[in-house]
């Protein structure tokens, strides 16, 4: 069956500018999570959805980052005011059910902001 | 707060020989994740380890865990080139924030002839 998707798999924008990143998750999965990969660097939590509850926002850096999953599907993680730090490959994943399921990692979208 | 640290970051590895990465971790977890990314591409699962001794094998690579060490090890063997990828291991809390895993930097791995 299809994997994580996400879109756009690139995205240049400039510094200022709101960026919209989708993630569509594995059929069935109700778990969806985002993490950012700098360069360089290992994976950083960023929000979690599971089903209908409250996501955990914990994770997300600024208050300049939202998520939203609409439906218990399709998520979108908005940047407003993009800042050159925010370049980065943000991954989506998504799980089957419980948090101890094995989370699937869907390609990425790699934001470059000049 | 969860940390974990691989070792080595990079490994250059000849082809045939065995090599170990290593993966501490700094809390209590029973959890434990293997991940392989190849460049440009997205994490691929490659093992879950669920229990103190648990073992998992597949092809050339074998993952095991001891959680009273909090250490875990991705054992590779006769190194082949198409093993060359960056391994990441992630863990997971005990307690109601399991879902939330903690990477490591992860190694990456080149297989030379």
């Known amino acids: 069956g299809a994997g994580v998707s996400q879109s756009p798999s690139n995205k240049v924008t400039e510094k200022g500018k709101d960026v919209e990143l989708r993630c569509d998750p594995i059929s069935g999965h109700t778990a969806l999570y985002w993490y950012r990969q700098s360069l360089g660097q290992g994976l950083e939590f960023l929000i979690y959805f599971q089903g209908n509850s409250a996501p955990d926002k914990s994770g997300l850096p600024s208050d300049r980052f939202s998520a939203e999953r609409t439906g218990g599907s399709v998520s979108t993680l908005t940047i407003q005011r993009t800042q050159q730090e925010d370049s980065a490959v943000y991954l989506c994943?998504?799980?089957?059910?419980?948090?101890?399921?094995?989370?699937?990692f869907g390609p990425g979208t790699r934001l470059t902001v000049l | 707060e969860l940390k974990v640290e691989q070792n080595p970051l990079f490994l250059s590895m000849q082809e045939g020989k065995n090599y170990t990465i290593y993966c501490n971790y700094s809390?209590?977890?029973?959890?434990l994740y293997w991940y392989r990314q190849d460049p440009g591409k997205s994490l691929e699962s490659l093992f879950v380890?669920?229990?103190?001794?648990a073992v998992k094998q597949e092809g050339r690579l074998m993952a095991s865990l001891d959680t009273k060490a909090r250490l875990s090890t991705l054992h590779i063997t006769a190194a082949v080139h198409d093993l060359s990828a960056t391994y990441f291991c992630a863990v997971a809390p005990r307690g109601s924030n399991d879902y939330k895993l903690s990477f490591g930097a992860g190694t990456t791995v080149t297989v030379r002839a």
């Open positions: 809390t209590t977890s029973d959890r």
């Open positions: 994943a998504s799980s089957a059910g419980g948090p101890t399921d094995t989370q699937y």
């Open positions: 380890l669920l229990s103190n001794g």
